[in-house]
């Protein structure tokens, strides 16, 4: 059920400052907001497929890093996030709210989604060239034999592929640009995701 996905994490934001240079934490007690029903069904269509990258204009690179003072919750993991808005053609933007990925298996079949997703209070967006942030997201099954859509995931490896939209500020795009993150490996044991 979607509601199971929703695991509320209470802990501190490591990451109060810009990628790069020091932090301070910040208390704050967040949870991964779910995806709507619709927006979830899009992103399960990918399920079964070998195609966990966004379709069309993949100009933006992203990375996700998993923190050590930050540990997973069940099925909630929190990231650290940086997208190089860098750009030749004018000035772009980011809303990690928007965030989606999946989990592939060994094979790079889609096998699990991220289901909900939460940015800092009042943050989440930006504009600058290097903008970085944290954010939560909940993680879920693709349908299966007995596994119904946002369960927990099996026992096993994954590779987490996320992926988002890349807005323009100054111009228009002839067709929706994204940012795209390395696979970040994890692995589920008991239904829950495995410390770093």
Same mark, same amino acid.
């Given at each position: 059920?979607?509601?199971?996905?929703?695991?509320?994490?209470?802990?501190c934001?490591?990451w109060?400052?810009?990628?790069?240079?020091?932090?301070?934490p910040?208390? $704050?007690?967040?949870s991964?907001?779910?995806?709507?029903?619709?927006?979830?069904?899009?992103?399960?269509?990918?399920?079964?497929?070998?195609?966990a990258?966004?379709?069309?204009?993949?100009s933006?690179?992203?990375t996700?890093?998993?923190?050590?003072?930050?540990?997973?919750?069940g099925m909630?993991?929190?990231?650290?996030?940086?997208?190089?808005?860098?750009?030749?053609?004018?000035?772009?933007?980011?809303?990690?709210?928007w965030?989606?990925g999946?989990?592939t298996?060994g094979?790079?079949?889609v096998?699990?989604?991220?289901?909900g997703?939460?940015?800092?209070?009042?943050?989440?967006?930006g504009s600058?060239p290097?903008?970085?942030a944290p954010? $939560?997201?909940?993680?879920?099954?693709c349908?299966?034999?007995?596994?119904?859509?946002?369960d927990?995931?099996p026992?096993?490896?994954?590779?987490? $592929?996320l992926?988002?939209?890349?807005?323009?500020e100054?111009?228009?795009?002839?067709?929706?640009e994204?940012?795209?993150?390395?696979?970040?490996?994890?692995?589920?044991?008991?239904?829950?995701v495995e410390?770093?």
């Amino acid at each position: 059920m979607v509601a199971a996905a929703v695991v509320v994490l209470s802990g501190c934001w490591p990451w109060s400052a810009p990628v790069g240079e020091p932090a301070t934490p910040e208390p $704050v007690a967040t949870s991964a907001t779910p995806f709507e029903d619709d927006r979830l069904e899009l992103v399960a269509e990918r399920c079964g497929s070998t195609d966990a990258e966004p379709m069309g204009d993949v100009s933006f690179t992203g990375t996700a890093t998993r923190p050590q003072v930050l540990q997973p919750n069940g099925m909630t993991v929190p990231l650290g996030m940086h997208i190089d808005l860098e750009s030749e053609h004018g000035e772009h933007s980011v809303d990690l709210g928007w965030t989606s990925g999946y989990l592939t298996d060994g094979s790079g079949t889609v096998v699990g989604l991220v289901t909900g997703v939460a940015t800092p209070p009042g943050g989440g967006s930006g504009s600058a060239p290097g903008y970085g942030a944290p954010i $939560v997201v909940s993680l879920g099954a693709c349908p299966a034999d007995g596994v119904d859509l946002a369960d927990p995931l099996p026992d096993g490896d994954y590779a987490l $592929v996320l992926s988002g939209p890349v807005s323009p500020e100054d111009h228009d795009h002839a067709q929706q640009e994204y940012w795209v993150a390395p696979p970040v490996p994890l692995t589920v044991s008991g239904g829950e995701v495995e410390p770093v």
